[in-house]
């Protein structure tokens, strides 16, 4: 069952609990971050969904997820069901996998990951093994090279140079990088005689009742075509980034990245020789979800949710703008981070990339969830990040909404 909070119900709230209300409604505010009238503030799409004891409980979404091929005419309208590349609340589900494989015994999240790989990766020595619980929380010593996934065809290990070192040993710090999900991700399949993407499907995704999959692999036709693009506004028009309206009609079962189209066409992985790119299907951002399924998604982190185990630091430090803390898979936002709510600690994972801002956190105070995203950005606007949250204006916004509706939502209980 949904609720749905107008802004009638919040005066009423107001009036008989004394819980302040906000003036402007969640939706108004949703519809004022796609106004079209100012470009340079405006978005194409936004959606929020809000989650608590079981079910979703309030989502919206305002804007549009296509627009026609002249990027200014609205086509079809972004729904709460509408699939995107989630971009990084992706490693959620990429880090659930790896511990349910755990939990099965086929791999040991504390081992050191060479021998499954059966080459060596390029790190400084001294250090601490490389692990499964070191490459997801980004510990491992191994940082992005200038290009940090391979091709259809083409191996992992020959993106692992020198220049994939990072300046200090496996252990003794930390930095974000996305190549150490394409590694986790060889090293789930290879011990598991199995591609990354049906592991996903299988251990995360269909348990928790998702229609989502990585790139688009074992997401249904129907949720696919109804999918959002992710758009950049250039030149004054939308210009498509991800997903766009070939992509989403395309039937075949997934879309792999190739040199001549890094974002689009299908190639089976040869028999004779597979498991040797884990970054295939993209286990650092290429999850496809809609805004319900990664507040579904981020619920595996409450507690006794499949993913509790995970939301333990495994680093804390100032390196990362906002995020304090690390754990292996999920980033952590301690108390005092969000303004509004600042006896509040959240465990889940921002995204951004090809115009998407969001967010999936599960908050364990208040047995919820929220997630968020825009489908995209003006380049040239304010994307200036707050130093304490790390939220650029979008996800700050929508995070306001999302916490102000499960304010309401518990209120009226």
Known sequence: MIRMFTPVAASLLAACTGVKADPISPEARMVALVDTEESLQ????????????????????????????????????????????????????????????????????????????????????GGAPVTLTSLLAHTSGICDPEVYWAAEGEHLEALLTEDATCPYPPGAGWTYANINYGIAAQVMEIAAGERFDRLATQRVLQPLGLDAGFNWSGVSGLTRRNGATLYRFVDGRWVAQVDDTETLNDTRPAILRRDDAPESGHVPIVAANPFTNGTLYSPQGGLRASVEDLAVLASAFLPGGMGEALGDPVWTGDESPGVRAYGPGPQILLPGQIASHPELRFVGHAGEAYGLYGGAWAIAERNATVAFFVTGVNPDGDLSRDPVSGFTRYEAELMFIALQVLDLSEATD
């Open 42 to 125: 405006a978005v194409p799409g936004a959606a929020v969904a809000v989650w608590r004891d079981g079910e979703i409980v309030w989502s919206h979404a305002a804007g549009t997820a296509q627009f026609s091929l002249d990027g200014i005419t609205p086509g079809r309208d972004l729904t709460p069901r509408s699939s995107v590349r989630a971009a990084s609340i992706s490693k959620l589900a990429t880090a659930l996998a790896a511990l349910s494989l755990a939990e099965d015994g086929i791999v040991d999240m504390d081992a050191d990951v060479t021998d499954t790989l059966g080459f060596e990766l390029p790190v400084q020595p």
